[in-house]
């Protein structure tokens, strides 16, 4: 393992808020494309992000009474074909409105990697996204240069998505790298049990359809990452290691944590069962 510091980003909510305004309307512009009898609202996607994965929420549509009123195939077979379909329909749309600028990179984000790109950190991004998605926000968040310095792990590469840790656990080990020398930002609950189950460190940075959920296990909990004045500020949620950011998290907050003592809810897990690659 090379002691490299590594900073690992989810990415939907944490490179910017993309669901209300990303995904959200993706979905719903797929199922009028396809003239599906479906429409979420927002409160509907509230509880549509809490399963990880584009293609897992699709799926999530198919009751029996769904699949009767949109005549779709009733064999398992037809229904992974149409369901692959719609998503990739779907990840269309998405990656149009990223290159549309419909969602602004969230605070703090283009300086935190320039900051780890400088410092000679490994960077790379986990999510359980499209990777076409996944690398258009990227891309969008912190530019072509810095986005060209990333690992990229996502969609389907692992069969177990978030809060399985698998596509940390394959993170970690096609970067070769310690846990114990890697950070994670993730702003959902979970994200931040796959980070942790994985044994690694999370930080927090919480996001619109998140903002209420469980984040105990977090070695720090924040508003945004922050910019200077003029632009968004950090707030503290919760800092139990006591690491103590001022008005944005910076690069010496990160490596404290890194330095600090796991707490009681930091555990190193080990897992038996082989990730696929």
Known sequence: MTAVPTLIFDCDGVLADTEQDGHLRAFNETFAFYDLPARWSVVDYAEKVRIGGGKERLKSLLTPEFVVDAGLPRDIAGQTEIVAAWHRKKTEIYTSLVADGVMPPRPGIARIVHAASTAGWNLACASTSAEASVRAVLSHAVGADLAAQFSVFAGDVVPAKKPAPDIYLL????LGVDADDVIVIEDSNNGLRAAVGAGLRTVVTVSTFTVDED?????????????????ETTRVLNDPLRIGPGALVSLIDLSRILAAPRFKHETHVHYNRKVAS
């Open 215 to 231: 984040f105990s296990d977090a070695s720090l909990v924040v508003s945004s990452l922050g910019d200077p004045s003029p632009g």
């Open 171 to 174: 993170a970690i080990n096609e």
